[in-house]
Nanobody, 124 residues
Framework: QVQLESGGGLVQPGGSLRLSCATSGLSLPDYYVLWLRQADGRAREGVACINLGDGSIDYLDSVKGRFTVSRDNAKNTVYLQMSSLKIEDTGRYYC??????????????????WGQGTQVTIFP
């Protein structure tokens, strides 16, 4: 499978961004997609995941109520709408896919390769 991330940028605290993950090679409904991020000096962390089949979702606690993950299966694209952004949301955001059913895991270790990522910088 291939993922291509886009939509990052530089915004002030409280701002919003929408990231896109264009996928190919995923056979529905057997895949999850994870949004993960990595900031300088920190480990990668799963931010949000979605089951492309049944649409079930999970979020990192610190982004609940602020981030929304969604998918458009017709366009083979997964989105991450980010609102009320905080400085600590700064990082490079990636999407990754894994085959499976049921609840999607948030651990990046459960997923395969990710794309080049897109940089999100929250700057006052």
């Amino acid at each position: 499978q291939v993922q291509l991330e886009s939509g990052g940028g530089l915004v002030q605290p409280g701002g919003s961004l929408r990231l896109s993950c264009a996928t190919s090679g995923l056979s529905l409904p057997d895949y999850y997609v994870l949004w993960l991020r990595q900031a300088d000096g920190r480990a990668r962390e799963g931010v949000a995941c979605i089951n492309l089949g049944d649409g079930s979702i999970d979020y990192l606690d610190s982004v609940k109520g602020r981030f929304t993950v969604s998918r458009d299966n017709a366009k083979n694209t997964v989105y991450l709408q980010m609102s009320s952004l905080k400085i600590e949301d700064t990082g490079r955001y990636y999407c990754a896919a894994a085959r499976g059913g049921g609840s999607c895991p948030l651990s990046p270790l459960s997923y395969g390769d990710w794309g080049q990522g897109t940089q999100v910088t929250i700057f006052p």
